[in-house]
């Protein structure tokens, strides 16, 4: 996620990373103003080995970072959202549950 962000967000660019927590939760933002992603890739961008149209095939990586991150988020029983449009960035919103024993 940190590093997609930072990967597909141009020179001079805003990559913003906030943590804070709700009544719930603890939440993970990481927000860009990138190239974003396309409204028919986002049903699939946390699928191993999907990389989206041809203008990403030229940024390296193999497609599989996102399914690891989805993967051990899952294993924390966390959640994770996102938020997309072409040209105006991503937000990534990770929610992991607060443990009502540890208070």
């Known amino acids: 996620m940190f590093s997609n962000a930072i990967k597909f ?3 001079n660019g805003r ?4 943590l804070f927590e709700n009544d719930k939760n603890i939440v993970v933002e990481v927000c860009d103003n990138g190239m974003g992603i396309k409204d028919k ?11 989206g149209d041809i ?19 899952q294993l924390h029983n966390a959640v994770m959202d996102v938020e997309s449009k072409e040209g105006n960035g991503s937000k990534f919103t990770i929610y992991f549950a607060k443990n009502e024993a540890s208070k």
């Open 55 to 73: 203008s990403r095939q030229q940024i390296e990586g193999n497609g599989i970072g996102l399914t690891i991150v989805k993967n051990i988020l």
């Open 9 to 11: 967000t141009e020179p």
């Open 15 to 18: 990559v913003l990373i906030q």
């Open 41 to 51: 890739d986002l049903p699939f961008i946390f699928e191993r080995l999907y990389r």
